[in-house]
Each structure stands twice: as structure tokens, then as C-alpha cells.
């Protein structure tokens, strides 16, 4: 069960972080192509989130969350040539220490609750 979850929420971050690509892409390059994927991409991604929710993981919720902030603020810069402000870095490393307070500091495991 604990290995479902983690591999659920996974697939449903990287479905969004996929997603969030072909749409940046779209809004770039206008073709028609990378809307209908990040579409369906994002369609996809929700139903299996809708599934981590379903068990009631409220910590699943701000794990994905804080990731996705992380990883779309690192591929901005990475693929997009986006700069990040002192004050977004900061909000970064914010983003980071809620990941570690929730998982690592209390021992928190999605599908403990």
C-alpha cells in the first residue's frame, strides 16, 4: 500500500511537471500540438491524484505541492533561461524546509495517517 502511494504521487508529479512543459511550450511557440498534449497530460495526472486524495493524505497534498514548485521553478530557469529573484530563492528554500519538516524531521510517510 505505502509503495502505491509513493508511486502515485510520483506519476502525478511528473505528469504535472510534463504537463506544465508542452503548456510553457504552447505559450512560447503558439502550436496547437503542445496544448493538446499538456492537455491530456494534465487530465491524466489529475485522475490519478484524485486517487492519493481519495485515501484522505492531506500530506500528500503539500508534498506534491511544495515538489512541483521546486522542480517548475528549477526547469524555468534550466530550460526557459528564467531568473529567479532573491526573494523567490528564498521561497525555495522555504519550499525545501516544509518537505523536510513534514517527511523528514516528524518521520511523516504518505499512507500513515
Do not use: H
Amino acid at each position: 500500500m505505502f509503495s502505491t502511494i509513493w508511486i502515485s504521487l510520483l506519476a502525478s508529479s511528473l505528469g504535472f511537471t510534463a504537463g506544465s512543459v508542452f503548456l510553457k511550450r504552447f505559450a512560447d511557440q503558439g502550436a496547437i500540438g503542445d496544448l493538446t498534449v499538456s492537455f491530456l497530460v494534465f487530465a491524466i495526472s489529475n485522475l490519478i491524484y484524485a486517487q492519493v486524495l481519495a485515501r484522505g493524505l492531506g500530506q500528500s497534498v503539500v508534498l506534491s505541492s511544495m515538489t512541483q514548485i521546486i522542480v517548475m521553478s528549477g526547469l524555468g530557469a534550466l530550460l526557459f533561461g528564467e531568473r529567479l529573484t532573491p526573494q523567490q530563492i528564498g521561497g525555495l528554500v522555504l519550499a525545501v524546509l516544509s518537505i523536510w519538516l513534514i517527511c523528514g524531521a516528524t518521520g511523516a510517510k504518505p499512507g500513515a495517517e
